[in-house]
């Protein structure tokens, strides 16, 4: 079935400094990736949809300058966190759909620690 | 805007007991409608869906009814088994391929 190949799984980082997260859709073309955050025993919310090729769309809320969203071929999307701080520390997922047949495929998440 | 409600957990079973997670929604036209399973430091997998009023999903002994009427998609299986103990959310998205809006999960324990 599809996969998509979320990495690092997890990472500690030191405040101000930046994390890149990649995600990538390993035998399926992925025209939009969307991306998630999500706290301890809480729901997954959604922080901005990505299309290939194009600039993301931002929830409220997110600030786009910090979460940085780069969509540059179907099989690849990144999400920097730039100049992180503790309360970034989180949980993030990020989803494919497929060009195809519009499914959802998640990655398996990046667990996120600003120290 | 779309939301999903789910019944609070954790819900906590003997093995072999019957689950039923309760799900409803609020949405404009005619959204699909997803459960998805969450284990531990991991991912969310689908666990089933239905695009339609009336569809029954149903995967891995776990079913679900897409019910118009009472805007509601709740989860059941006959026997669950330790093995299922995971955080179960309800999502649904209003065309496909579009984004998800996820219910608050449910956490269920199963005790051997």
């Known amino acids: 079935g599809a996969v998509v190949s979320q990495h690092p799984s997890w990472v500690i980082c030191k405040s101000g400094t930046s994390v890149k997260i990649e995600c990538r859709s390993l035998?399926?073309?992925?025209?939009?990736m969307f991306w998630y955050r999500q706290f301890p025993k809480q729901s997954l919310m959604l922080m901005a949809t990505?299309?290939?090729?194009?600039?993301?769309?931002?929830e409220q809320g997110v600030e786009k300058d910090k979460f940085l969203i780069n969509h540059a071929s179907l099989t690849l999307s990144t999400l920097t966190v730039t100049s992180a701080h503790p309360e970034d520390s989180s949980f993030y997922i990020c989803?494919?759909?497929?060009?195809?047949?519009?499914?959802?495929?998640f990655g398996s998440g990046t667990r996120l620690t600003v120290v | 805007g779309d939301s999903v409600t789910q019944m609070e957990g954790p819900v906590t079973l003997s093995e072999e007991a019957c689950l039923t997670i309760?799900?409803?929604?609020?949405?404009?036209?005619?959204?699909?409608l997803f459960w998805y399973v969450q284990y531990p430091g991991e991912g969310l997998q689908l666990l089933l869906k239905?695009?339609?009023?009336?569809d029954k999903g149903s995967n891995k002994g776990f079913e679900a009814t897409y019910r118009k009427e009472t805007t509601s998609f709740h989860l059941e299986k006959g026997s669950v088994q330790v093995s299922d103990s995971a955080v179960y959310f309800c999502?649904?998205?209003?065309?496909?391929?579009?984004?998800?809006?996820f219910g608050a999960g449910t956490i269920l324990r199963v005790k051997s």
């Open positions: 989803s494919a759909r497929d060009r195809v047949d519009y499914g959802y495929t």
């Open positions: 035998d399926f073309q992925a025209t939009t």
């Open positions: 990505s299309n290939e090729g194009s600039k993301a769309t931002y």
């Open positions: 309760n799900c409803t929604y609020t949405a404009t036209g005619y959204p699909s």
């Open positions: 239905a695009t339609k009023a009336d």
């Open positions: 999502a649904l998205s209003d065309r496909p391929g579009n984004k998800l809006v």
